[in-house]
């Protein structure tokens, strides 16, 4: 089992920035290769980032392409989601989520454990 927990959401104004936090715990943390989602009201959970295990491999969504960055500190257990030129369409749910067959993939079938989320609001 893997328990995850992220930290750092909050309002914030177009333009601004915030850095999401996830600690985790229950298993070795950098076999786990490490992904962060979100989920806009109405609206499918859909992939933001990905970070292999050893922080070597990552991945984004186009949207975040170029204002996000996913990072990882295996010596703390914890992976972030620096997040900057925020836009009112990346109001959601924020959540980090955990495979332990190590893919990295996007889709939300590819991660086994999922931390409680952390919202993330930006006004326009």
């Known amino acids: 089992q893997v328990r995850l927990v992220e930290s750092g959401g909050g309002l914030v104004q177009a333009g601004g920035s915030l850095r999401l936090s996830c600690a985790a715990s229950?298993?070795?943390?950098?076999?786990?290769?490490m992904g962060w989602f979100r989920q806009a009201p109405g609206k499918e959970r859909e992939f933001v980032a990905t970070?292999?295990?050893?922080?070597?491999?990552?991945n984004y969504a186009g949207s975040v392409k170029g204002r996000f960055t996913i990072s990882r500190d295996n010596a703390k257990n914890s992976v972030y989601l620096q997040m900057n030129s925020l836009k009112p369409e990346d109001t959601a749910v924020y959540f980090c989520?955990?495979?332990?067959?190590?893919?990295?993939?996007?889709?939300?079938?590819?991660?086994?454990?999922w931390g409680q989320g952390t919202q993330v609001t930006v006004s326009s």
């Open positions: 989520a955990a495979d332990p067959r190590s893919y990295s993939g996007v889709f939300s079938t590819n991660y086994d454990y």
């Open positions: 229950g298993r070795t943390f950098s076999s786990l290769a």
């Open positions: 970070i292999s295990g050893s922080g070597g491999t990552t």
